[in-house]
């Protein structure tokens, strides 16, 4: 374990889709400061554009950072490292935040690090301010369940840098196939809480929708098929409102099919790795009651911990992206030549080619492998 406390506190940004988010955190990964910029503007859209995205990351960057400094009481000279999601996500906004701070970094004379958006998420079971009152960190290994607009995938977590994808969606990602139906019911975006808020007053058994791939042997998720399913009965009513108790149960039984689903890939996921200690969700669709009891059922069938972080945790934000830079860090990784590019696909598997030397030479030792295929 290497002493970083010449490397803290740090100050981490996350612009890979559309929060802008900053925090600062101290060698124990205590959150000194915090703040997030959810972007409002693209609920009238119905959906993520990316560029009006980027601006609006670098519009809201400064009075972030700035902000985020003030809740932490400190000034931009006591940062000892600037970290920042350099990948995978929406271009636009990886170039903006990865700038931002290079600029600060150069500006400070401090190092930068790039970190991967995919480690962030699934590391937070780990980050202090992400335990409730009781809980402890998971040890590893353990089973990660990345579910949100942009990411849908199955990781068995062995250590901090040594990955492995068990599985991943082959078409949408949950959050998006929420978004879908939700907007085939007449819901607003993000529809995930909405069509969530409808389903309490439907019927999970209404509608025979199909369990894409349950079943099959793998960890690998479809959502599209399911997605037709539901558009084929909303069909007969054409220009018609929905009636509410159909799109109710339309909305019900979506829900049910995708839990069913979920449940039965991580059932294989845990069949594949027995010896994992807990299960872990993030992810926006981590807030879905539904999934969430379904998940800690399993997990307890199994005689293991389930752990879901805040939700403000669970969803994008930039103390993950400061706790994986702290773990790699505690690893003895070094900081990354300023010239890194940020990646819109960065499979987890892949490291970084602008990593000196000495740092390849850890990965034989077995702490920064990187071993899953794809984003
Ligand atoms: O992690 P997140 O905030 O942003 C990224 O996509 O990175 O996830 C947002 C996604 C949206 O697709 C939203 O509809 C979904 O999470 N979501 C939900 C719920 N709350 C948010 N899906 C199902 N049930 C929910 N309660
Ligand atoms: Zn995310």
């Not at 931009?76 to 271009?91: N, Q, S, W, Y």
Request: aromatic share 4%.
């Amino acid at each position: 374990m290497s002493d970083i406390s010449h490397l803290t506190p740090l100050l981490a940004i996350e612009t890979s889709c559309d929060d802008t988010a900053c925090a600062i955190l101290d060698a124990h990964g205590a959150l000194l400061g915090e703040s997030v910029l959810s972007q409002e503007d693209h609920a009238a859209l119905g959906g993520v554009v990316p560029e009006l995205a980027a601006r609006a990351h670098l519009k809201a960057l400064p009075e972030l950072v700035e902000l985020t400094l003030r809740r932490a009481g400190l000034e931009l000279e006591d940062i000892a490292l600037f970290a920042a999601t350099t990948g995978p996500g929406l271009i636009g906004g990886l170039i903006v935040g990865s700038s931002y701070a290079k600029g600060l970094a150069m500006a400070c004379g401090k190092p930068f690090m790039g970190i991967n958006h995919i480690e962030g998420h699934i590391l937070t079971p780990r980050l202090p301010a992400a335990l409730r009152p009781g809980e402890t960190a998971p040890a590893f290994p353990y089973l990660a369940l990345l579910v949100s607009g942009g990411h849908c995938q199955c990781i068995t977590v062995e250590d901090t840098g040594q990955y492995r994808r068990l599985g991943g969606t082959i078409d949408d990602s949950a959050g998006e196939a929420f978004d879908k139906v939700a907007k085939m019911l007449g819901l607003g975006w993000p529809g995930g809480p909405a069509l969530e808020k409808l389903a309490r007053e439907g019927d999970p058994q209404a509608y025979g929708l199909p369990r894409p791939l349950k079943g099959r042997p793998g960890c690998d998720f479809s959502f599209s098929g399911l997605k037709t399913a539901v558009a084929r009965h909303i069909e007969p009513y054409g220009r018609e409102a929905l009636p509410r108790q159909v799109a109710a149960d339309l909305a019900a039984s979506f829900q049910q099919a995708v839990t069913d689903v979920m449940a039965d890939r991580i059932l294989n996921a845990l069949a594949l790795v027995p010896q994992v200690t807990s299960l872990v969700v993030a992810g926006g669709v981590a807030a879905n009651g539904v999934l969430r009891q379904r998940l800690e059922e399993i997990a307890s069938q199994h005689g293991i911990t389930f752990l879901a972080p805040p939700l403000r945790l669970c969803t994008d934000n930039a103390a993950m992206i400061g706790w994986a830079a702290l773990e790699r860090l505690k690893q003895g990784e070094v900081p990354d030549d300023i010239t890194l590019a940020p990646r819109p696909r960065w499979p987890l598997s892949e490291r970084q080619p602008y990593r000196p030397q000495a740092t390849q030479e850890t990965s034989s030792t077995g702490h920064s492998s990187l071993m899953e295929p794809s984003a």
